[in-house]
């Protein structure tokens, strides 16, 4: 399963739970993440409880507190397997066109214009944990602040590869369009207009901020 961050796919179709079950060590870490990687994206990491989690992974809260100190750990566990995912498709958006950043901006926005045209596509991850968790010194706050933070120097370092003028200032550009096109699939729904404009917007704030056009 894929999503943004998750970022991105998720089934809405519930899966059967696992029989519970005394589940140790590196096993019972990957059932009850799996378990809150697809119950925090789909229904909320404030509306899932505890005993939600144990009954998908199959196990049971021992097996959860051995693993996890709380439930706070837990979702700070599952943020973190969301920005390894989330940069891992970056990075393979990148590789589509080695050695040509401005093309690379451009891929990335067309492979996220697609994800988040998938069905039971929920958005980011971290901007849904972010609107759950007002407080910004919230382990869970400083997660989403981690990701995006790394978003914008990414994004940055390609702006400047690309030869913009200000790359601050297009890496700024960018990431907004990254948040709205996150914000559209929730409002005006996946694959929805502004969704697939999101490519061409992207390849005009390139081509306005460096030397040469996208090919």
């Given at each position: 399963?894929?999503?943004?961050?998750?970022?991105?796919t998720s089934?809405?179709?519930?899966r059967?739970s696992?029989?519970?079950?005394?589940t140790?060590g590196?096993r019972a870490h990957?059932h009850?993440?799996?378990?809150?990687d697809?119950?925090?994206y789909?229904?909320?990491?404030?509306?899932?409880?505890?005993e939600?989690?144990?009954?998908r992974?199959?196990?049971?809260k021992?097996s959860?507190?051995?693993?996890?100190?709380?439930?706070?750990?837990?979702?700070?566990?599952y943020?973190r397997?969301?920005d390894a995912?989330?940069?891992e498709r970056f990075d393979e958006?990148?590789?589509?066109h080695?050695?040509?950043?401005?093309?690379?901006l451009?891929?990335y926005?067309?492979d996220?214009?697609?994800?988040?045209?998938?069905?039971g596509?929920?958005?980011c991850?971290?901007v849904?944990?972010?609107t759950e968790?007002?407080?910004a010194?919230?382990?869970?706050?400083?997660?989403?602040?981690?990701n995006?933070?790394?978003?914008?120097?990414r994004?940055t370092g390609l702006a400047?590869e690309?030869?913009?003028a200000?790359p601050?200032?297009?890496?700024?550009?960018l990431?907004?369009?990254?948040e709205g096109v996150?914000?559209?699939?929730q409002?005006y729904g996946?694959?929805?207009?502004?969704i697939l404009a999101?490519?061409r917007?992207a390849?005009?704030?390139?081509e306005?901020a460096?030397?040469?056009p996208?090919?």
């Amino acid at each position: 399963m894929k999503h943004e961050g998750h970022d991105d796919t998720s089934s809405t179709t519930a899966r059967p739970s696992r029989p519970r079950t005394q589940t140790a060590g590196a096993r019972a870490h990957e059932h009850l993440l799996r378990a809150a990687d697809e119950l925090f994206y789909r229904e909320g990491v404030r509306a899932v409880g505890i005993e939600a989690v144990v009954e998908r992974a199959g196990v049971n809260k021992m097996s959860l507190y051995r693993q996890f100190s709380s439930k706070d750990d837990l979702v700070v566990a599952y943020l973190r397997r969301c920005d390894a995912r989330f940069f891992e498709r970056f990075d393979e958006s990148l590789a589509k066109h080695p050695g040509e950043p401005a093309r690379q901006l451009v891929q990335y926005f067309e492979d996220l214009a697609r994800r988040a045209s998938a069905p039971g596509y929920r958005g980011c991850p971290f901007v849904n944990v972010a609107t759950e968790f007002p407080d910004a010194t919230h382990p869970a706050r400083q997660c989403v602040d981690d990701n995006k933070s790394k978003l914008m120097a990414r994004l940055t370092g390609l702006a400047q590869e690309a030869g913009a003028a200000d790359p601050m200032a297009l890496a700024e550009g960018l990431a907004l369009l990254v948040e709205g096109v996150y914000a559209a699939s929730q409002t005006y729904g996946p694959g929805c207009g502004p969704i697939l404009a999101a490519p061409r917007m992207a390849k005009l704030l390139i081509e306005a901020a460096c030397p040469r056009p996208v090919k």
